[in-house]
C-alpha cells in the first residue's frame, strides 16, 4: 500500500469519527433539552391556570379547587401579610375598643384574631364548617373570649337588626351572589352610626387573589351598594397595594 493511499485511508478514519462524536452531541443536546421543554410548558400551564385560564364559572369554584389545608396555608402566609397589611387595614379603621364587628367569611380567623386582639367582640362568621373548627381551635388554643362563631348561609348574613356597630368583609365580597339582596341585609344588621367595610382585589391582573374576572370591579361594587341603602361611600386606592377599601354608611 502507497503512501498516498494510507493517508486517504487515516483521513477517512478521522472523519468517520468526527461525524460519530458529532452525532453523539447532538442526541445528548436533544435529551437534555427535552425536560427544560417540558418544565417550560408545565409552568405555562400553571400560569394559565393561575391568572385566568381557568374554567371555573364562579369564584366559588376557583377556590374549591384549592383543599381547605392549602387555603389555610395560602391566608396566613407571610406573602399574605406583606400584601395585606393588616396592622395598616386595622390602624385606618380607628379605635376598636368595644365595637361588635362581624368578620363576613372569616376563613382561618385571619382578621378575627387581630380585631379581637384590638379589644372589639368579634362575630366570626363563614360558611364552611371547616373554617369554623378551624377558628374555634384558635380561639381554644389562645384562650380568646372576645370572639364568638356564627355559621352563616350563602345568601344572608344572618344578623339581627341593628346588631353590630361595624361589619367587615375582606376578599369576599366578589364569592357572594345577588349582592344588593345581601348587602340590604347587611345594612339592616349595622347599628344607625355603623358602617360596612369592603377590601376587595382591584378587577386587573395581579399576583394576588383569583383571576381578574372573578373579581368585581370598584364602580360595580359602589353601584351595588348604592342600591344596597348605603348612601355614603368613603373609598380608599391608596392604603393597599392590590385592593380597594370602602367604608359605607
Known amino acids: ?9 487515516k483521513q477517512l478514519f478521522i472523519a468517520a469519527i468526527a461525524m460519530l462524536a458529532l452525532s453523539a452531541c447532538k442526541q445528548n443536546q436533544k435529551k437534555t ?6 418544565n417550560e410548558a408545565k ?47 386595622i390602624a385606618y379603621l380607628g379605635d376598636l375598643s368595644g365595637n361588635k364587628i ?7 380567623g385571619y382578621f378575627s384574631i387581630k380585631l379581637a386582639e384590638k379589644g372589639a367582640h368579634v362575630i366570626a362568621a363563614d360558611v364552611s364548617d371547616e373554617f369554623q373548627e ?9 384562650e380568646i373570649e372576645n370572639i364568638e362563631l356564627r355559621k352563616i348561609p350563602y345568601d344572608s348574613p344572618d344578623l339581627a337588626d ?5 361589619v367587615l368583609i375582606v376578599n369576599t365580597y366578589h364569592h357572594i351572589e345577588n349582592r344588593v339582596d345581601y348587602f340590604s341585609k347587611v345594612k339592616k344588621g349595622i347599628k344607625p352610626n355603623g358602617e360596612l367595610v369592603v377590601i376587595d382585589y382591584f378587577k386587573k391582573e395581579i399576583p394576588v387573589g383569583p383571576p381578574a374576572n372573578h373579581k ?11 342600591e344596597a341603602g348605603f348612601t355614603q361611600l368613603n373609598v380608599n386606592v391608596d ?8 367604608r359605607a354608611k
Open 134 to 142: 378551624i377558628i374555634k381551635k384558635r380561639i381554644e388554643e389562645n
Open 162 to 166: 341593628a346588631e353590630v356597630d361595624k
Open 43 to 89: 409552568e405555562e400551564q400553571h400560569d394559565g391556570k393561575k391568572h385566568g385560564g381557568d374554567n371555573s364559572k364562579t369564584a366559588n369554584d376557583y377556590m374549591h379547587r384549592s383543599s381547605t389545608e392549602e387555603l389555610i396555608e395560602r391566608f396566613e402566609s407571610p406573602e399574605r401579610d406583606a400584601y395585606q397589611q393588616p396592622e395598616k387595614v
Open 33 to 38: 433539552a427535552q425536560p427544560e421543554i417540558n
Open 239 to 246: 392604603l393597599l397595594q392590590y385592593q380597594f377599601i370602602i
Open 102 to 108: 362581624m368578620d363576613i367569611g372569616a376563613g382561618s
Open 1 to 9: 500500500m502507497n503512501n498516498k493511499l494510507k493517508m486517504n485511508i
Open 216 to 226: 368585581v370591579d370598584l364602580e360595580t361594587v359602589k353601584k351595588e351598594l348604592k
